[in-house]
């Protein structure tokens, strides 16, 4: 069981940035594939960023590639997405989630564990 809180969201001008922090519950963290995804007003939800437990491998959704990347810090239960260049098509709701296994995953089914999200708001 892992528990995750998302933070750092807010207000940006385009073209500004932002790092959005996700913190987790429980000493097996380290164990969990995580992801990030986001879900605008009227939009399903979407895959933006997952990283390895390890954290040697990362995976970028098309829209964000060579603007946004995911981190983590696993001695700290930290997950992190540094988000530049932002966009008004990036405001979003963006929820980071914790996946049962060893592979990245790019769909919400792959991802047993949900933070309660955190607005982002690019303002143009």
């Known amino acids: 069981q892992v528990q995750l809180v998302e933070s750092g969201g807010g207000l940006v001008q385009a073209g500004g940035s932002l790092r959005l922090s996700c913190s987790a519950s429980?000493?097996?963290?380290?164990?969990?594939?995580v992801g990030w995804f986001r879900q605008a007003p009227g939009k399903e939800r979407e895959f933006v960023a997952a990283?390895?437990?390890?954290?040697?491998?990362?995976y970028y959704g098309d829209s964000v590639k060579g603007r946004f990347t995911i981190s983590r810090d696993n001695a700290k239960n930290m997950v992190y997405l540094q988000m530049n260049s932002l966009k008004p098509e990036d405001t979003a709701v963006y929820y980071c989630?914790?996946?049962?296994?060893?592979?990245?995953?790019?769909?919400?089914?792959?991802?047993?564990?949900w933070g309660q999200g955190t607005q982002v708001t690019v303002s143009s």
């Open positions: 989630a914790a996946r049962v296994g060893y592979e990245l995953g790019i769909g919400q089914n792959d991802y047993r564990y």
């Open positions: 429980g000493r097996t963290f380290s164990s969990y594939p």
């Open positions: 990283i390895t437990r390890s954290g040697t491998r990362t």
